[in-house]
């Protein structure tokens, strides 16, 4: 078993580029998570998604931030434009169905100059 | 608004020493509450906590859940340098996490 698989590792954008992180969880996983971990602010519950539709959408922080799962084994998050203050560890995760054990992915390193 | 607060944010001690984190949860769904350790990359699991006092353990560590308190606690005996990590609680509902509890184990 591969584990949830994130893809860039690290990404280093400007200020005002599109960014589109990537995410495939594990198969057979119904819900997948996207966090955003910093310094400041912790471990922060962006969006998730049960079944492919998002279920609970509260924590991204704005209109900039979107996030897709347009089948069972891939979703991304995006944001345009990105800034400075979006420099994090993004995180995505998956559990199972009927069991409440997540698995994360090694996580996406962003730096937007 | 569902919210977890940890206890203490930050935890300095020494090897040999027992420590006891704290996680306390306000919740309307309550259906269970999970531990991670996080120490440079992804959190990585340790226990899943749903009956109250109940308690879980792995080697060094245990952890018991109190449901009319609306509480959990995480202990770990004997630390050694490499429990030196974050620890962190979270609510299955929606998997929100806590701030985290930094521990420091020192030589």
């Given at each position: 078993?591969?584990?949830?698989?994130?893809?860039?590792?690290?990404?280093?954008?400007?200020?005002?580029q599109?960014?589109?992180?990537?995410?495939?969880?594990?198969?057979g996983?119904?819900?997948?998570?996207?966090?955003?971990?910093?310094?400041?602010?912790?471990?922060?519950?962006?969006?998730?998604?049960?079944?492919?539709?998002?279920?609970?959408?509260?924590?991204?922080?704005?209109?900039?931030?979107?996030?897709?799962?347009?089948?069972?084994?891939f979703?991304?998050?995006?944001?345009?434009?990105?800034?400075?203050?979006?420099?994090?560890?993004?995180?995505?995760?998956?559990?199972?169905?009927?069991?409440?054990?997540?698995?994360?992915?090694?996580?996406?390193?962003?730096?937007?100059? | 608004e569902?919210?977890?607060?940890?206890?203490?944010?930050?935890?300095?001690?020494?090897?040999?020493?027992?420590?006891t984190?704290?996680?306390?949860?306000?919740?309307?769904?309550?259906?269970?509450?999970?531990?991670?350790?996080?120490?440079?990359?992804?959190?990585?699991?340790?226990?899943?906590?749903t009956?109250?006092?109940?308690?879980?353990?792995?080697?060094?560590?245990?952890?018991?859940?109190?449901?009319?308190?609306?509480?959990?606690?995480?202990?770990?005996?004997?630390?050694?340098?490499?429990?030196?990590?974050?620890?962190?609680?979270?609510?299955?509902?929606?998997?929100?996490f806590?701030?985290?509890?930094?521990?420091?184990?020192?030589?």
């Amino acid at each position: 078993d591969a584990g949830v698989i994130q893809s860039p590792r690290h990404e280093v954008t400007e200020m005002g580029q599109e960014v589109t992180l990537r995410c495939k969880p594990i198969s057979g996983h119904n819900s997948l998570f996207w966090y955003r971990q910093t310094m400041m602010r912790g471990l922060e519950l962006l969006i998730y998604f049960n079944n492919n539709v998002p279920i609970d959408d509260s924590g991204m922080p704005e209109d900039r931030f979107s996030a897709k799962m347009p089948n069972a084994s891939f979703s991304t998050l995006k944001i345009q434009p990105s800034e400075p203050r979006d420099s994090a560890v993004y995180f995505c995760a998956s559990r199972p169905s009927g069991r409440d054990t997540q698995y994360f992915g090694p996580g996406t390193r962003l730096t937007v100059l | 608004e569902d919210k977890v607060v940890q206890s203490p944010l930050s935890l300095v001690v020494h090897e040999g020493d027992t420590v006891t984190l704290n996680c306390s949860y306000e919740v309307t769904n309550f259906r269970s509450l999970l531990w991670y350790k996080q120490e440079k990359k992804a959190p990585t699991f340790l226990f899943m906590l749903t009956s109250s006092g109940i308690e879980k353990k792995s080697g060094r560590l245990s952890s018991i859940l109190d449901k009319k308190e609306l509480f959990s606690i995480l202990n770990i005996t004997a630390t050694q340098t490499g429990d030196s990590a974050v620890y962190l609680c979270a609510y299955d509902d929606d998997m929100r996490f806590g701030a985290g509890t930094r521990l420091t184990v020192k030589p």
